[in-house]
């Protein structure tokens, strides 16, 4: 989305996002084909709808007081999550180095000329995916890796395994100690090569096990929206204080219309764009010019900012679910 109009539209750039895979729907295909759709176009129709479901689940605000209990036993709402669905929750994210593959050797980033993708098997017209083996290739130029908001590892443990770099190095902290305490107990957690805390990262002042301006690459993944609107910007200034001159954030997250926004009830809204959950998680809903502004504002060169559109089915019950998601990488 563009400034205040109900568009969302992909920021106009030479550098486009290498797709997350070929399947483009044309008004010829069987929607129901496929399980998912890459950068499908919404019609105006459809934009109006969406503005206007908005609309409505956000008119019910909560109460000042539910706001606060909310915000204040934030980590105990993530601790009950994480401990509902322990490392059940666990996925490992198939389209981490095709979309950021930064996070890969640097040997491997020196010597692919196509974007990083991935084998896919078919078993019993189930689908299965498998790692190139080219992201095994190790590399003499190590680097340090934060990624804030790790929950139990779905980003940490692809890079671990699929990054054989002898001197990487990669921290990751949540604001959950239960999270933590799941990811420590994996048995790809090695502690040679990773380090794992609990941090808030709305606190005015960091303790953390590594330096000012010594990290390499910080991955905001799925973790921004969860964080009150006010007290972003403080994060992506303590951001940029921990990166290195040169360094990278790449950053992945909820767009304003998702299928996730769309579906909450009248009652669920805390402020504008930002919501409760029913478990008492929160999430924010962002516009790349929110993103853009965010970042630049606080020094941030702006490398990538894209809208990810997909349209995902289930072809059982016939539905059509559209996720929207902000995709950007920021250079101190």
């Known amino acids: 989305m563009e400034g205040n109009t109900p568009e969302l539209q992909q920021h106009e750039s030479n550098d486009k996002r290498p797709q997350f895979g070929n399947r483009l729907l044309s008004n010829g295909d069987n929607v129901f084909q496929h399980n998912a759709w890459d950068n499908v176009t919404w019609d105006e129709e459809q934009q109006k709808?969406?503005?206007?479901?908005?609309?409505?689940?956000?008119?019910?605000?909560?109460?000042?007081?539910?706001?606060?209990?909310y915000e204040h036993q934030a980590d105990k709402y993530w601790d009950k999550f994480y401990g509902i669905h322990e490392n059940k929750f666990f996925k490992d994210r198939h389209w981490l180095f095709t979309e950021f593959p930064e996070l890969a050797s640097s040997a491997v980033k020196q010597n692919i000329?196509?974007?990083?993708?991935?084998?896919?098997?078919?078993?019993?017209d189930d689908k299965k995916?498998?790692?190139?083996k080219i992201l095994d290739l190790p590399s003499n130029n190590?680097?340090?890796?934060?990624?804030?908001?790790?929950?139990v590892g779905n980003t940490v443990f692809p890079i671990l395994l699929y990054n054989t770099d002898p001197n990487l190095f990669v921290y990751c902290c949540d604001f959950s100690a239960k999270a933590i305490d799941i990811l420590k107990q994996?048995?790809?957690?090695?502690?040679?090569?990773?380090?794992?805390f609990v941090l808030d990262v709305t606190q005015e002042s960091w303790e953390t096990p590594f330096e000012l301006e010594s990290l390499d690459i910080i991955v905001l993944i799925f973790v921004l929206s969860a964080i009150h609107p006010e007290k972003m910007k403080h994060v992506i200034q303590q951001v940029h204080k921990y990166l290195k001159p040169g360094g990278i954030v790449l950053f992945r997250d909820y767009g304003r219309y998702d299928l996730a926004q769309l579906r909450f009830k009248k009652g669920s809204c805390l402020a504008e764009n930002f919501y409760a959950r029913g478990d008492g998680t929160r999430v924010y809903f962002f516009t790349q010019d929110e993103v853009r502004e965010l970042f630049t504002d606080c020094g941030f060169m702006e490398e990538q900012n894209l809208v990810d559109r997909r349209l995902q089915v289930n072809r059982g019950k016939q539905l059509k679910m559209y996720r929207v998601w902000i995709q950007s990488k920021y250079r101190k």
């Open 186 to 196: 994996n048995p790809a957690y090695d502690i040679s090569r990773c380090k794992a």
């Open 142 to 151: 190590g680097s340090k890796i934060l990624e804030i908001g790790c929950g």
């Open 49 to 69: 709808l969406a503005q206007q479901k908005v609309n409505e689940n956000s008119n019910v605000i909560l109460s000042n007081e539910k706001i606060q209990e």
């Open 113 to 124: 000329t196509q974007p990083l993708r991935f084998v896919t098997e078919n078993t019993n």
């Open 129 to 132: 995916e498998t790692h190139i």
